[in-house]
């Protein structure tokens, strides 16, 4: 993904939006070389006078994804949306690849990025997931956005190096920070894809809640001459949230890139 459970309902998304990054004067600071080719893209027509933009595009497409999903995209229904043909879109975009790309560059430019700070820095990668995860469990399927693709749009690419900016000021070696930022994405797509099928299943909170009840009481329930270990251990199966087993999650990762990182400097 780089080249290199359960949470609380939440629809709220942090509220600072993160700017790229700028020079002294105020203008973007260096362009970006062209991205790698997509086998599937066509040619971009020429724009006619529209009123259309890349950015009202990504809010139309945002829109239809968290109404229908991934399967429900398309570049029709984007353009339904905004009151247009679908022909006049493919001058700003290239086809439902490049659409999913822009989705999850816009979405993952909304999470907060710190300034990275040796003392806090596990914490700051848990804020900044947790933030990432909470952005992607409010839109539906978007972790799918996000799952397979090599950063190499400008919000992504700045929550990428910002990322990997944190963890180096951990003490981790390049090796574990270039490794580790596939792993921390993975598991905070994943983690936010499984949330989603809850959060946008049509169930209330309350048939969620009693979901996981009769599951708590199933394994309760389970014979420990069969199956000895989950059933000693199905108390604590039950007792946490899906914000704690979210959060151990990073908590392994994080100590788990740090083992691994001093392991590799000892065998050196």
Do not use: N
């Given at each position: ?59 139309a497409a945002i829109a ?50 710190p300034e990275p700070d ?151």
């Amino acid at each position: 993904m780089f080249y290199t459970i359960r949470m609380p309902p939440s629809s709220r998304e942090p509220k600072r939006v993160v700017k790229a990054p700028t020079d002294a004067a105020g203008a973007v600071s260096a362009a970006l070389p062209p991205p790698p080719r997509r086998v599937s893209r066509r040619p971009k027509a020429t724009p006619r006078r529209t009123g259309l933009s890349v950015e009202s595009i990504v809010a139309a497409a945002i829109a239809v994804l968290d109404e229908s999903g991934v399967a429900g995209l398309s570049m029709r229904r984007v353009a339904d949306q905004l009151g247009t043909g679908a022909a006049s879109l493919y001058a700003y975009v290239s086809g439902k690849d490049e659409l999913l790309e822009l989705v999850f560059d816009e979405l993952i430019g909304r999470v907060p990025l710190p300034e990275p700070d040796p003392k806090r820095w596990r914490e700051q990668v848990r804020e900044s997931l947790g933030h990432l995860a909470e952005i992607l469990i409010a839109h539906r399927d978007a972790a799918l956005a996000g799952l397979g693709r090599i950063p190499t749009s400008p919000k992504a690419l700045a929550g990428a190096d910002t990322l990997a900016a944190v963890l180096r000021a951990g003490g981790l070696s390049d090796r574990t920070v270039a490794l580790g930022l596939d792993q921390l994405l993975l598991y905070v797509c994943a983690f936010a894809f499984e949330q989603g099928l809850f959060e946008h299943s049509g169930m209330t909170q309350a048939e969620i809640d009693e979901y996981f009840e009769e599951i708590d009481r199933f394994y309760a329930a389970l014979p420990a001459a069969r199956f000895p270990v989950l059933a000693s251990i199905g108390d604590e199966m039950a007792a946490y949230d899906g914000e704690a087993r979210f959060r151990f999650g990073l908590d392994v990762l994080i100590a788990g890139l740090e083992a691994v990182d001093r392991g590799g400097r000892r065998a050196s």
